[in-house]
């Protein structure tokens, strides 16, 4: 069965708050990816190669705090739309089934699809306004 972690998303301040929640939680960042890994230079607004795309912190009990900094094309973000509940389905049926069935009536954002960082991965806002994202990592 999938499981589930709150992913949030702040603009260029992630890294500081990240930093201040592994001071509080403890332990170790899992990953830590910038815009530049993933974009070239020519799509990606000034100084923002630099910003966080993927952040992730154990937390105790499986959970993990993931989270991002958003860039210029994905639009700011604010409180009450900064976070996303994140999937992790046990397989590729599943994360399609979950996919499909969650974002039915809704906006789906990215297309669930093969990601440049390996996973089979897509995003949606559900027909209640909740931000949700499907990633199965093949292990």
Do not use: C
């Amino acid at each position: 069965m999938a499981t589930i972690n709150p992913y949030i998303n702040f603009n260029g301040t992630t890294e500081e708050v990240f930093n201040f929640y592994r001071s509080v939680f403890g332990g170790e960042f899992l990953a830590v990816n910038r815009f530049n890994e993933m974009h070239s230079e020519d799509e990606l607004g000034p100084g923002e190669g630099e910003r966080i795309m993927h952040i992730s912190l154990p937390i105790g009990g499986g959970s993990i705090l993931m989270g991002s900094d958003t860039i210029e094309m994905m639009g700011k973000s604010a409180a009450g739309n900064n976070f996303s509940l994140s999937l992790a389905p046990d397989s590729k049926e599943e994360a399609t089934r979950l996919f499909d069935g969650l974002s039915a009536g809704g906006q789906v954002t990215v297309p669930l699809d093969q990601a440049p960082w390996g996973a089979y991965f897509g995003m949606f806002v559900d027909k209640y306004g909740i931000n949700w994202m499907v990633n199965y990592e093949n292990r």
